[in-house]
């Protein structure tokens, strides 16, 4: 699943990309893909004629600002009447977007797409169907809408998110810190790639109890967490299989982890190999060596 440096890429590119993008028809392909109040109707309703105006980013979630532009008789809306909500995205395993100059028909995993008025083609790909879209209206939020937006913890790279938020909300806990780094509620948009390089680069095996963490390994851990964050949105992310960008380009950060899908490869630090071994179900990928505490 894209994590955040994944989705971040993929926020970059439609940012610079869909500039003044104006909604002119959208076509449903699969309705488990709409996942907000109304369904599809709903949806195409509150989509059509709306101007993309900016892209965010929450944890591994995309929101879309929308705005009136025009109504489909090319009609200006009024100033007050051009908020029209949010469209927020979640990418889940297998989703991502292509777009095109000029429309073309749908490939058999095309979900959801989108043409403006000037005949530019946004397609969301999904081949697994697990992505969603939500169609937020102006008079409500898109955390107060969506549970899973709304329980998100701090963003890494916000303030909120230092070594005294992680010790108060790690005190007295039991399970695996490895565990904790996949709780949405306890950090945004961290998943098992960078759970398991952020903690091989604090120096923290990943089956330590999260209450047992030490002071300072709690301020490693946070710095650890921003620096593998920080290299690999430079990177675009990382690509072991699905994930790919707005160009169709794969994330570059994979050929440069240290300890990620490396099982039983040497150590890039301390030549020992690297083992691969299930905590919580997940599968973690860690030294020996150099993650004895």
Known sequence: ???LPEVETVRRGL??????????????Y??????SKGGIDTFIDLMNGSEITCWERRGKYLIAKLQNQ????????KKQDKEKGWLVVHLRMTGHFEIREIAIPPCRHTRVSFTSIKGEQLSFIDIRSFGQMWAIPPNSSPESMIKGLGALGPEPFDSDFNPQYLIEKLRGKSRPIKTALLD???IAGIGNIYADESLFLAGIAPYK???EL????????????IKVLKISIGKGGTTFKDFRDLEGLNGNYGGEAWVYRRANKACRKCGAK????KINGRGTHWCKSCQKS
């Open 209 to 211: 109890k999260s209450g």
């Open 30 to 35: 699969r309705a488990r893909a709409i996942a």
């Open 214 to 225: 030490s002071g300072v390994e709690i301020q490693r851990l946070c710095k650890s967490i």
């Open 274 to 277: 690297i083992v691969r071994q």
């Open 15 to 28: 940012q610079k990309r869909l500039k003044g993008f104006v909604i002119n028809t959208v076509n449903v």
């Open 70 to 77: 025009v109504d489909l008789s090319g009609k200006e809306y």
């Open 1 to 3: 699943m894209p994590e």
């Open 184 to 186: 949405q509620s306890l």
